[in-house]
T-cell receptor, first 113, second 114 residues
Framework: GNSVTQMEGPVTLSEEAFLTINCTYTATGYPSLFWYVQYPGEGLQLLLKATKADDKGSNKGFEATYRKETTSFHLEKGSVQVSDSAVYFCALSDRGANSKLTFGKGITLSVRP | DAGITQSPRHKVTETGTPVTLRCHQTENHRYMYWYRQDPGHGLRLIHYSYGVKDTDKGEVSDGYSVSRSKTEDFLLTLESATSSQTSVYFC?????????????FGPGTRLTVL
């Protein structure tokens, strides 16, 4: 079955530091890949997505590239802000009718001023 | 923001009582989902619906039932709540256009079973 593995957390960074959050996946076929963000007390919001190999998703300074050869979708940001403090989830969706999302366990990011 | 509301937003109940959570959407999306979020587990799918009166089980469906009599509403029922069902419950919707299952989430319901 499908699975998503995220690096262990939590992660604490100083403001303006570089961020990498690792995500690898196992899936049959060609899944779509997503990063969701959850701010304290809120639901999940889609941060970015990629639907085929070598696609780069980007939003709010975050980027992730769909790497089929390494089955990875690592999230990066060049300079984090305090407002980026949140929980980040990597997820994949297989294709076809009635497809479902499979989530990683999430990682908490805290950014210090 | 996608038009998804959940009610109630918070609920405290006692073991053995029935509980119904409601998800309402104004986007006319075909697919609706119920998840639970627990520390160390991420989000786990409870049930989902792919149309009015069409539902199926997710990975943690035991102890839960769902109903969807209208496109806009998806109800999650705990027939007899247990302490292990204390969690935060999220509803999500999707139209699965283009084969990518991009889901939009509601604000969540925090349920405590004493």
């Amino acid at each position: 079955g499908n699975s998503v593995t995220q690096m262990e957390g939590p992660v604490t960074l100083s403001e303006e530091a570089f961020l990498t959050i690792n995500c690898t996946y196992t899936a049959t076929g060609y899944p779509s890949l997503f990063w969701y963000v959850q701010y304290p007390g809120e639901g999940l919001q889609l941060l970015l997505k990629a639907t085929k190999a070598d696609d780069k998703g980007s939003n709010k300074g975050f980027e992730a590239t769909y790497r089929k050869e390494t089955t990875s979708f690592h999230l990066e940001k060049g300079s984090v802000q305090v407002s980026d403090s949140a929980v980040y989830f990597c997820a994949l969706s297989d294709r076809g009718a009635n497809s479902k999302l499979t989530f990683g366990k999430g990682i908490t990011l805290s950014v210090r001023p | 923001d996608a038009g998804i509301t959940q009610s109630p937003r918070h609920k405290v109940t006692e073991t053995g009582t029935p509980v119904t959570l409601r998800c309402h959407q104004t986007e006319n999306h075909r697919y609706m989902y119920w998840y639970r979020q627990d520390p160390g587990h991420g989000l786990r799918l409870i049930h989902y619906s792919y149309g009015v009166k069409d539902t199926d089980k997710g990975e943690v469906s035991d102890g839960y039932s769902v109903s969807r009599s209208k496109t806009e509403d998806f109800l999650l029922t705990l027939e007899s709540a247990t302490s292990s069902q204390t969690s935060v419950y999220f509803c999500a919707i999707s139209d699965q256009v283009g084969g990518a299952n991009e889901q939009f989430f509601g604000p969540g319901t925090r349920l405590t079973v004493l």
